[in-house]
């Protein structure tokens, strides 16, 4: 991310056209003192050193003591050498001074180097990294404890520029579109559902469905100069300097992340499948009220009629190939559609002896769930309650159904061969309740 320099955080205008308009300063500060951070000095060791480590060049000093070290460093704020431990042969320490002292670290490689959870490529990079950390914090410890007081992210027009971003983004996905070539016919029903869902999903984005979804950060090394998206300051260090939502590309700082809003609105540039894809991400990510692989699935399998494309009867005359790619997507979502938070209160409603008790406690679940997976789950529940109006033809009445569907929907959150074989008839009774009574329950 570039930094701005043209515009004031408290007294920038919003522009009408999200094109022009202009994001509050980037402050410069911690890029200041990362930019003042003492230099690394390596110290070499004049001789040949017997038994050095491959992975460690002339810094290494062989076994020597603190004492030893120190008078090596000569007081040279960020010189270092490495060493043996005295104590605990095969055992190894970067010494380094900083702060008009020298500070010993316990040093590992594992094809890394690393004193703590970052990992460097070389030794010179975690001393220049450490050196930066180090001087930063001890220069503005306070500044940045109160980094989030003042967010960029709840700054009047920004979360604007965010929502013109998403509206200009489906638009260009709706254009691109239309050019889309039609599937080639080789591809495997899964792969066929997949990119009808992506088409049919772009011609529904004028929909708004504002489902909440927390970001999916994770830890990021950030190449040149970037700014946090929450605060505004600079994002210090070599690597690992923050974090990156996955899903919508936002990036912060590790302890910012922590404070904003679940309002991911997931790119579809980042959201490149259908299947195995976490539900809320999906939906959120195509403007959509629930998965459009669920919706074209069922609607082909109640009319064979709906949806005239890569799925009707002329390309897969066997329903079941259907019916498998719908349970399949449900199966390989990496959140069951009955999520892993609410699995074990579902399984002790179940277990519930009076009948109007266990339903009003699976009533009190099903509130629990997010909404997506709520909406996704009352839609399967509807469409299987037409199934069982067809128990004559098709064989399947609601139990059948919780069989089938049961351990499809809902799984333990730890994967165990035995909880899964123990919950198993509690799984099928809980679908069960929810095909017979889904008029009461959603």
């Given at each position: 991310m570039a930094a701005s320099s043209n515009s004031s955080l408290s007294g920038s205008s919003v522009s009408s056209d999200a094109e022009e308009y202009q994001p509050p300063i980037w402050k410069s500060y911690l890029y200041q003192l990362q930019q003042e951070a003492p230099r690394p000095k390596r110290i070499i060791c004049p001789g040949e050193v017997g038994n050095r480590p491959k992975y460690y060049g002339r810094?290494?000093?062989g076994i020597i003591s603190r004492e030893q070290a120190d008078e090596l460093l000569g007081g040279v704020e960020g010189a270092y050498i490495l060493r043996?431990?005295?104590?605990?042969?095969?055992?190894?320490?970067?010494a380094l001074r900083f702060g008009n002292q020298t500070l010993n670290y316990r040093l590992f490689y594992d094809g890394k180097h690393f004193v703590g959870e970052k990992r460097f490529e070389s030794i010179h990079d975690l001393v220049t990294d450490g050196l930066i950390t180090l001087y930063i914090e001890t220069k503005a410890s306070e500044y940045i404890s109160k980094m989030?007081?003042?967010?960029?992210?709840?700054?009047?027009?920004?979360?604007?520029?965010?929502r013109e971003k998403v509206s200009r983004r489906l638009s260009r996905s709706k254009n691109e579109s239309r050019k889309a070539s039609v599937t080639n016919e080789?591809?495997?029903?899964?792969?066929?559902?997949?990119?009808?869902?992506?088409?049919?999903?772009?011609?529904?984005?004028?929909?708004?469905?504002?489902y909440e979804k927390t970001h999916n950060f994770k830890v990021?090394?950030?190449?040149?100069?970037?700014?946090?998206?929450?605060?505004?300051?600079?994002?210090?260090?070599?690597?690992?300097?923050?974090?990156?939502?996955?899903?919508?590309?936002?990036?912060?700082?590790?302890?910012?992340s922590k404070h904003v809003p679940n309002d991911c609105q997931p790119d579809l540039k980042r959201i490149k499948k259908v299947y195995c894809c976490d539900l809320t991400t999906l939906v959120k990510a195509h403007n959509m009220q629930r998965p459009m692989v669920v919706d074209i699935c069922i609607r082909e399998i109640e009319a064979r009629d709906g949806e005239k494309a890569d799925i009707s009867a002329n390309i897969y005359p066997d329903i079941n190939i259907i019916t498998g790619a719908l349970k399949l997507y449900f199966r390989d979502l990496p959140i069951p559609v009955i999520t892993y938070d609410t699995y074990s209160k579902f399984i002790e409603a179940a277990k519930i002896s009076s009948a109007d008790e266990r339903l009003e406690a699976v009533h009190e679940v099903l509130m629990l769930l997010p909404p997506a997976h709520y909406e996704t789950l009352r839609y399967l529940?509807?469409?299987l309650k037409k199934v069982t109006l067809n128990e004559k033809d098709n064989f399947m009445n609601a139990e059948n159904l919780g069989i089938v569907f049961g351990p499809t929907l809902m799984r333990p959150p730890e994967d165990s061969t035995l909880t899964?074989?123990?919950?198993?008839?509690?799984?099928?009774?809980?679908v069960q309740i929810l095909i017979e009574n889904e008029d009461v329950l959603f």
């Open positions: 810094e290494f000093h043996e431990s005295q104590r605990q042969p095969g055992c190894y320490t970067l989030t007081t003042n967010p960029i992210y709840e700054h009047i027009g920004y979360a604007t520029l965010l080789e591809h495997t029903a899964v792969e066929k559902i997949s990119s009808l869902v992506r088409r049919a999903a772009l011609s529904h984005n004028d929909n708004h469905f504002n990021h090394t950030f190449r040149g100069p970037h700014w946090c998206e929450y605060c505004a300051n600079f994002m210090w260090g070599l690597i690992a300097q923050g974090v990156r939502c996955s899903d919508c590309g936002l990036n912060v700082h590790k302890q910012c529940m509807i469409h899964t074989l123990h919950d198993m008839r509690y799984q099928k009774l809980i």
